[in-house]
């Protein structure tokens, strides 16, 4: 069976990786990077429709939200992803946020507005912290959190009317959870809950990124919690939009309950690479059910051991950063026993560099939270690029909450 990724980041090579795991799948790419062609063929997008593949997943939420799906249905090829019309839900904040208030949906309080006077208002309505939110895609860039007044007016001035339309809501205080659920439009497999880490350097400080390390780790939901997220968003949401692929729900933790920040409609990204690491079904499986509409009885398995995810960046990522560093020690540190996912990666004339603002996503599992971690900073510290940087701090919120001893990782 041909199974085509589309997609050349971290959660595509993580999803290529477990997908050459089945027995009988060969796995495409398009556009893949040097990781994918480890594990598969790389093609780009241009032929990726010509393919013919038996099953195509499509990671990141670009293609989605110009209709990829709604192309390759109308061809008669089965695809995992959500329609044009439902990947709205990502596409479009205030979208989101209209049809969260319609259906019920736990979420922050907000107002969007069209016109900075109304802004205003808004921030006034709610105090600080206020949180301003781009109503279109921004790659992770268009959420601000607002202090005070200045803070208010400078974030304004970026993402604010005349620019497009602004979301200001009500900040929440919690913990945060990535909460991702594969679905068929009327059955649904639920993923292990995940925690990323959004911010760009330790202790959640500095600017926000798309994600600088992320865990999987049974500790971070419980099973009533689980539920909860379930019957008031999962399922809701899956009924009245007939959702078919990766509703992936960011979920504030908060005192009066799970809340809604954003819904993606695809895999997170670095949350898959935890995910298909500590995943102990055959993913294959479930993707072509979810596909053809059958997933009603289908459960996803995950082994006990936790897994952890260490992003290593370019240096100034999130801001503006070189390419084309060479790429030291992804051998050794695979040799010692962790994963090395690739992101920004290219092949230069004398061998493997960097290409964008994440890099690799060095991965490892352990029997608890605290050695999978410490197994994947081992890894970490044996790979070397130019400017690299990476946060020290991955995971160490599960460790407080799982009871284990606080760890900490040098280099
Ligand atoms: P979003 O793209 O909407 O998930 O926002 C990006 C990040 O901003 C989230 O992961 C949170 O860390 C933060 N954030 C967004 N909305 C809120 C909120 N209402 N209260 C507190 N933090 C928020
Ligand atoms: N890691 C956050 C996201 O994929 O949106």
Redesign the pocket.
């Known amino acids: 069976m041909k199974i085509l990724v589309i997609g050349g980041g971290g959660r595509e090579h993580a999803l290529c990786w477990k997908l050459a795991q089945t027995a009988g799948v060969e796995v495409f790419a398009s556009p893949g990077n040097p990781g994918m062609a480890r594990v598969g063929k790389c093609l780009p997008l241009e032929q990726a429709e010509e393919l013919g593949a038996d099953l195509t997943v499509v990671g990141p939420e670009g293609p989605l939200v110009e209709g990829i799906v709604d192309r390759f249905r109308a061809r008669g090829l089965r695809i995992v992803g959500p329609n044009r019309e439902a990947a709205r839900l990502e596409g479009s904040?205030a979208y989101a946020k209209y049809f969260m208030q319609q259906r019920g949906i736990p979420t922050?309080e907000s107002v969007t507005v069209d016109s900075a006077e109304d802004a205003r208002k808004a921030v006034e309505r709610f105090g600080f912290?206020v949180?301003l939110?781009a109503d279109g895609l921004a790659a992770?860039k268009?959420?601000i959190?607002a202090e005070n007044s200045a803070a208010a007016e400078a974030a304004l001035g970026v993402l604010g009317p005349p620019r497009g339309r602004l979301v200001v809501?009500?900040?929440?205080?919690g913990e945060?959870v990535s909460f991702i659920a594969l679905s068929d439009g009327r059955d649904v497999a639920t993923l292990a809950p995940t925690q990323?880490h959004?911010?760009a350097f330790d202790g959640d400080t500095g600017p926000?990124t798309g994600g600088m390390g992320a865990y999987c780790d049974s500790s971070i939901l419980s099973e009533s919690q689980t539920t909860e997220v379930l019957e008031r968003v999962i399922y809701p949401t899956v009924e009245a939009t007939g959702f078919t692929g990766f509703l992936y729900a960011?979920l504030?933790m908060t005192e009066s309950g799970p809340k809604v920040?954003?819904f993606n409609v695809r895999l997170g990204d670095p949350e898959t690479q935890p995910l298909m690491h500590r995943m102990a079904s055959d993913f294959a499986p479930a993707l072509m059910a979810a596909a053809e509409g059958e997933l009603g009885g289908v459960k996803l398995e995950w082994r006990r051991e936790p897994s952890v995810c260490v992003v290593m960046a370019s240096g100034g990522y999130p801001g503006g950063f070189e390419t084309g560093k060479a790429i030291h020690g992804i051998e050794e540190a695979e040799r010692f026993g962790v994963t090395v996912f690739q992101a920004g990666t290219r092949m230069g004339e004398r061998g493997l560099e960097t290409a964008g603002g994440r890099v690799l996503g060095v991965t490892a599992s352990g029997g608890d939270l605290a050695e999978a971690i410490a197994r994947a900073y081992e890894g970490v510290e044996r790979i070397r690029f130019e400017g690299m940087h990476y946060r020290r701090d991955i995971g160490s919120k599960g460790v407080g909450r799982s009871g284990g001893a606080s760890v900490l990782t040098t280099g």
């Open positions: 904040k922050a912290p949180v939110k992770g268009g959420v959190i809501e009500e900040f929440l205080r945060e990323d959004k911010a926000n960011g504030m920040l954003e």
